[in-house]
């Protein structure tokens, strides 16, 4: 018995052909996925921040969660300030430790929390804030990392957290603050410190997608490298007959 005859050249060349062309579709349609996938990603983590300013009343309302994809956006408000304001502890500028100055401005419906700038201590003068103001700021969520508080009785918390600042004031609080791109007098620019992180499932099926193309047009080179191999096997010699 002899083996199968090895295919000719032409359809060696054409089944390596064939099995290159559907490889690189493949990878290409795979490529054509994961930028999509990223394109998601980078449209979710969009940076705002250079964008014109618009009324907060028309990104949320008084009683709205706080709009993940709007993090870091420019909004303006404008209302009275309230009693109530703290120190937030903890807040760099420049590299340098030291406190924001919050204040709740109170814009009608609800009051909302207004960084207003930084100091490098805790100064009464300083967080006083009365009158009107028009503000106009970067939109933030409010923290909650749960950190404890070693005095709840002085004015300085350690996160801004819309449940520990409602106490200090007779009205409802939005669920976000605003970073002040201009600082009150006697302190400096508060640096912004959150922008929006996509989610790990933005865009999740573009990339499963693209795994699957990858997968298809590895499977088609093993299918060709498979064949090949068997095409060209030794032929196997016939037993002699005596």
Known sequence: MTAPRRPGLLTDLGAAALALVLVVIAGLLGKWQYDAWQAHRDAEARDLTGLAPVPMTDVLDSDDPFPAPDVGRPVEVAGEWLDGGFWVADREHDGVPGYWAVAPLD????????????????????LLATGEADVSGWLQPPEGSLVTDDDPNDDVFPEIRVADAVQRVDVDLYSAYVISQEPAGGLEDAELEALPNPSRFTGVRNLLYAFEWWVFGAFAGYIWWRWRRDATAAEVASPTVR
Not at 109 to 117: E, P
């Open 107 to 126: 814009i009608g419906d609800a009051a909302v929390l207004v960084v207003r700038g930084w100091a490098p201590q805790p100064d009464d003068d300083l």
